[in-house]
């Protein structure tokens, strides 16, 4: 990962970078478990900011720290004004909502913007890193774990020193760095030809096994690995991917026909989508963890359903879908879907919701899955005769 403190050749940060924090909405939280892990990358949040009016202030001082890469003392320097005049400041006693209980609770205080501004500024070069690799992938399709540049080095980190896999391996999902508080790991990017020079290439990284963290704000039980802190087993830049697919897909129904298609067209052909159908994202099919449940349901919009079709499926919904889960069940090349619009056009659609087609003297056959009532269609299978 780039270090965001270390000297550059411009003044400002990255847009890709800028754009992952930015784009967040406001999330007023009591206590650090109520927005953990992947929400992280569509919310902002600020614990014990929940009934007070400062998470906004929060959010703007922040994003201008990051965009003008303002170090910590020249943010908090700005900051601290406007929370103390705003009375969220040191030790006071306060209602915790989900509780109903009074307690005494550290507010604002230099230790804690510390925190914030090392969060947040960390979480956002990492997303903006990640999404300059996934770009870039076909020609630097490898990552290395490099070494902390912290005075206190983690054990397990060290052990993943040198570590070379590919980039749409599923590790990185739950190790790319940071992947604990102050954590000063980084990744390198690297060419094929570069990978194989590397005395671990091929090597799997060693697995310090994982522990059971329960959030006893939610309930939820999930398993983290070592070495590895509650809150950091994700990787912000693929998740705010998935985030802004979601948001896409439920506002191609408003479109036009024509309008709907085109986008549809550019999701089909974007990274995102090849992520999504090529298995990028760790999903298990076989697990009931909540977390896991969530990830099989992510889906990117693909193709346009013609209006006979969708009538005779019974969906309002006009855009076809690919979910996590159907794309590890279907378990095709992401290249072999693009016949799918075509098909659509082309073929005939049976009362069961099977689309089949004849596209260049090869049989295509598209099994469709209507949900939420017609909200949301899904493409459960693809084969040809191939």
């Known amino acids: 990962m780039t270090d965001p403190f270390a000297p550059e050749?411009?003044?400002?940060?990255?847009?890709?970078?800028?754009?992952?924090?930015?784009?967040?909405?406001?999330?007023?939280?009591?206590?650090?478990?109520?927005?953990?892990?992947?929400?992280?990358?569509?919310?902002?949040?600020?614990?014990r900011t929940a009934g007070y009016d400062v998470l906004g202030d929060v959010k703007d001082a922040l994003s201008k720290?990051?965009?003008?890469?303002?170090?910590?003392?020249?943010?908090?320097?700005?900051?601290?004004?406007?929370?103390?005049a705003k009375g969220w400041w040191g030790k006071q006693e306060a209602i915790d909502p989900l509780t109903g209980k009074a307690q005494t609770v550290q507010l604002g205080s230099s230790r804690r913007l510390k925190t914030i501004y090392w969060a947040n500024v960390n979480s956002a070069y990492a997303a903006g890193e990640w999404e300059r690799t996934w770009r870039t992938r076909r020609v630097l399709p490898y990552l290395e774990y490099l070494i902390s540049t912290a005075g206190h080095k983690r054990?397990?980190?060290?052990?993943w020193v040198g570590t070379v896999l590919p980039v749409e391996d599923p590790w990185?999902?739950?190790?790319?760095?940071?992947?604990?508080?102050?954590?000063?790991c980084r990744t390198g990017q690297l060419s094929e030809d570069d990978a194989k020079t590397k005395i671990r290439f091929g090597q799997q990284p060693e697995d310090f096994g994982s522990r059971t963290f329960v959030n006893?704000?939610?309930?939820?039980?999930?398993?983290?690995?070592?070495?590895?802190?509650p809150g950091w087993d994700h990787n912000p830049?693929?998740?705010?991917?998935?985030?802004?697919?979601d948001l896409i897909a439920g506002r191609l129904d408003g479109m036009d026909e024509e309008a709907r298609r085109i986008a549809a067209a550019d999701l089909a052909g974007s990274s995102l989508f090849r992520h999504i159908a090529?298995?990028?994202?760790?999903?298990?099919p076989t697990s009931t963890d909540p977390e896991q449940v969530s990830r099989g349901q992510i889906a990117i919009p693909m193709a346009e359903i013609p209006e006979a079709t969708a009538k005779r499926i019974g969906a309002t919904s006009r855009t076809l879908r690919l979910s996590v889960k159907d794309a590890q069940n279907i378990h095709l090349e992401p290249e072999l879907y693009q016949p799918v619009q075509a098909a659509l056009d082309k073929g005939a659609i049976s009362e069961d919701g099977v689309v089949t087609a004849t596209l260049a003297?090869?049989?295509?056959?598209?099994?469709?899955?209507?949900?939420?009532?017609?909200?949301?269609?899904?493409?459960?299978e693809l084969e040809n005769d191939q």
Not at 155 to 159: G, I, M, T
Not at 216 to 229: A, F, Q
Not at 237 to 242: D, N, V
């Open 361 to 380: 003297g090869v049989e295509w056959r598209l099994r469709l899955r209507v949900e939420n009532a017609g909200a949301a269609v899904y493409l459960e």
């Open 155 to 159: 054990l397990e980190h060290l052990a």
């Open 278 to 284: 090529g298995g990028g994202v760790n999903f298990d």
């Open 237 to 245: 830049g693929k998740f705010r991917m998935q985030s802004a697919a």
């Open 216 to 229: 006893k704000r939610t309930g939820e039980v999930s398993r983290v690995p070592n070495g590895i802190d």
């Open 65 to 84: 720290a990051i965009r003008e890469r303002q170090d910590f003392e020249d943010f908090k320097k700005e900051l601290e004004p406007v929370l103390k």
């Open 172 to 184: 990185w999902d739950t190790h790319y760095p940071p992947s604990a508080w102050l954590c000063q």
């Open 9 to 47: 050749a411009f003044k400002h940060a990255p847009k890709e970078v800028t754009r992952y924090f930015d784009e967040k909405g406001l999330a007023p939280s009591w206590h650090w478990q109520d927005v953990m892990g992947d929400e992280h990358a569509r919310a902002f949040t600020v614990a």
